[in-house]
């Protein structure tokens, strides 16, 4: 089955708790990308990637990185978690022959930071 | 920089009747893509109907059509004969057609939270 998997589903941590957030896609995908989403903003992007070892900056950056070793894995690396980083993420990935332009979503991580 | 506004944070519908979510954007491209995504209580992020902006045919996926309008830079989407599983949050999103890694980012809307009343 052709899915975007995310661990873990929830995760409660203390502010300046180094965290990781991984992120894999069984479907050969180039694309990966990381979101967040908050009430009232709808989902913003925080990274994403082409490819294995090309990562670039989305719309809201800070306090965050990323890393591609391999094709099918992206993991989110929170290296000191601040309370306004208490969100849900997103991981999603997207085929670069998918001409008709649609991503395929992780299930979700609530990430809560005090 | 593209945007996308969804007017109504919340709407409500009576079983078996039907509703309109309404999207705008703005973009100064010609060919780009629009979504709607439905987002249940389970948080998933569910891929409900796609536009491409140089068909001009609205697309439509069983009990959901969208009423794309171009020149007024509308999305608008339509659910008819609606069930208590369509209740969730719907999001527009708009992405561009161009190729190359920051066009590949959806940028969405706020959101509208759809209740269906039985």
């Known amino acids: 089955e052709a899915q975007v998997t995310q661990n873990p589903r929830y995760l409660i941590t203390v502010t300046g708790k180094k965290l990781t957030v991984t992120c894999s896609q069984n479907m050969n995908h180039e694309y990966m990308s990381w979101y967040r989403q908050d009430p009232g903003l709808g989902l913003r992007q925080i990274y994403y990637?082409?490819?294995?070892?090309?990562?670039d900056k989305g719309d809201v950056p800070e306090g965050y990185k990323v890393s591609r070793k391999e094709k099918r894995n992206f993991p989110l690396i929170l290296e000191s978690p601040s309370p306004n980083q208490t969100s849900l993420y997103f991981c999603?990935?997207?085929?670069?022959?998918?001409?008709?332009?649609?991503?395929?979503f992780g299930p979700g991580t609530r990430l809560t930071v005090l | 920089a593209q945007t996308v506004t969804q007017s109504q944070p919340e709407m409500s519908v009576q079983e078996a009747e039907t509703v309109t979510l309404s999207c705008t954007y703005d973009?100064?491209?010609?060919?780009?893509?629009l979504f709607w995504y439905k987002q249940p209580p389970s948080r998933q992020m569910i891929l409900v109907i796609r536009?491409?902006?140089?068909?001009?045919q609205n697309a439509t996926e069983n009990r959901f059509s969208v009423n794309f309008q171009k020149a007024a830079k509308s999305f608008s989407l339509k659910i008819s004969d609606s069930q208590l599983g369509d209740a969730a949050m719907y999001f527009c999103a708009y992405r561009s057609a161009r190729s190359g890694g920051s066009n590949y980012k959806l940028t969405f809307g706020k959101g509208t939270l759809l209740t269906v009343n039985p």
């Open positions: 536009q491409e902006a140089y068909k001009q």
């Open positions: 999603a990935s997207k085929g670069l022959a998918a001409y008709r332009g649609e991503q395929f």
């Open positions: 973009t100064s491209e010609s060919d780009y893509y």
């Open positions: 990637s082409m490819n294995v070892e090309v990562t």
